[in-house]
């Protein structure tokens, strides 16, 4: 049976896993878990939602890990917990609003600092050695490839990024833990001007002998427009040449227009073909995710208004021709 978790360990990756968003309701939809749970196609999650900083520190230096940990005990329950990729702890997106809707001007760059170190130490700390790596910063690179214009960075420049490594990299040594610390984003899967600025961001981290591991490519790709399996290769060959790891943490590819047909469905497949064998020829690349394998849930269609499709499952849970697809590339 093309078990896919099964298969990418059978050939020297670490996992293949697929996200799980708690506030969904996922948890509670018994066919949907019954996928999710069988641990020869899914060895490895990521939390959708339960660990942003909205969520896991909602009022300043008030900590709520219990949602978090709902993940953390479904993942354990079905062995996905060796391979935890805790989702994440500097981001410009669901914040919350006491760091984003300050009276103006009332953050310095001392104490937004302070705010930020205090929330990854906790929060590294809170969830432990439950987590295989932290993607310590998000999205920190815009579509013009210039530093994305977030409250950290207005009041500490692009100087928050080794900021932020360096206490994630402080908070795991005082628990005595082993995580991985990741940079992850999106449009650095293929050679251009903002991967060559992720390239920077790696370069201006470890210039300080702060201590980042890998990074992950988000691959939220689009159908047909998804790069092929040698650009992909050569993106990832830019950081492994670092001496980094790579994971691809968020793969979809959604079709712009529905419904699909069976020529675009087709297309897909191959997409996620490519895609997939760009980590499995890549050594240093240790696994993939899937920013969930079903329809149902996708964070597609409320995001990008009338696009969609784009999981590996069909909403009722029948595989596309993309299932088959990932099987053969892996
Ligand atoms: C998305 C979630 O899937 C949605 O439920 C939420 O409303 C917004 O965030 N890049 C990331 C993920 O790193 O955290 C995002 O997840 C998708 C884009």
């Known amino acids: 049976a093309p078990f896919l978790h099964s298969a990418a360990v059978a050939h020297g990756k670490a996992w293949f896993g697929s996200e799980l968003d708690t506030f969904s309701g996922e948890q509670y939809d018994q066919a949907f878990m019954t996928v ?34 709902q993940t953390v005990a479904l993942s354990k329950a079905t062995g996905k917990d060796a391979h935890l990729r805790c989702h994440n702890l500097v981001w410009h997106e669901e914040l919350p609003s ?61 100087y ?8 994630a990299q402080a908070a795991v040594k005082s628990i005595g833990a082993d995580i991985k610390l990741v940079y992850n984003d999106y449009n650095i899967e293929f050679p251009g001007a ?83 064998q760009a980590c499995m020829k890549t050594p240093a690349c240790q696994g993939m995710t899937v920013w969930d394998f079903d329809d149902a849930y996708s964070w597609v269609p409320s995001t990008f208004a009338g696009q969609g499709d784009a999981c590996l499952y069909w909403a009722n849970l029948t595989r596309k021709p993309a299932y088959e697809a990932v099987y053969q590339a892996i």
Not at 42 to 64: L, R, Y
Not at 141 to 155: E, K, S, V
Request: glycine residues 6%.
């Open 160 to 167: 928050y990024i080794p900021i932020a490594f360096a206490a």
């Open 194 to 276: 903002k991967q060559q600025k992720a390239v920077e961001l790696v370069q201006l981290i470890k210039q300080y002998g702060i201590k980042i591991d890998g990074v992950g490519f988000e691959s939220h790709f689009v159908f047909g427009e998804t790069p092929g399996a040698s650009a992909q290769m050569q993106a990832m060959q830019s950081f492994t040449s670092l001496g980094l790891n790579m994971y691809q943490t968020e793969l979809d590819v959604r079709f712009p227009s529905l419904p699909p047909t069976p020529a675009t469905l087709a297309q897909q497949a191959s997409d996620y073909y490519n895609t997939i």
């Open 36 to 69: 999710w749970n069988d641990s020869r196609i899914f060895g490895s999650t990521t939390p959708g939602n339960t660990m942003k900083w909205e969520f896991v520190e909602p009022q300043q230096n008030t900590f709520n890990f219990s949602q978090g940990m």
């Open 98 to 158: 006491w760091v984003v809707y300050q009276p103006y001007d009332s953050w310095t760059n001392i104490t937004l600092a302070a705010a930020m170190i205090n929330h990854i130490t906790k929060t590294v700390r809170g969830f432990g050695s439950n987590c295989y790596s932290w993607d310590v910063v998000n999205e920190a690179i815009d579509d013009n490839a210039q530093w994305r214009n977030t409250i950290f960075y207005q009041y500490m420049g692009k």
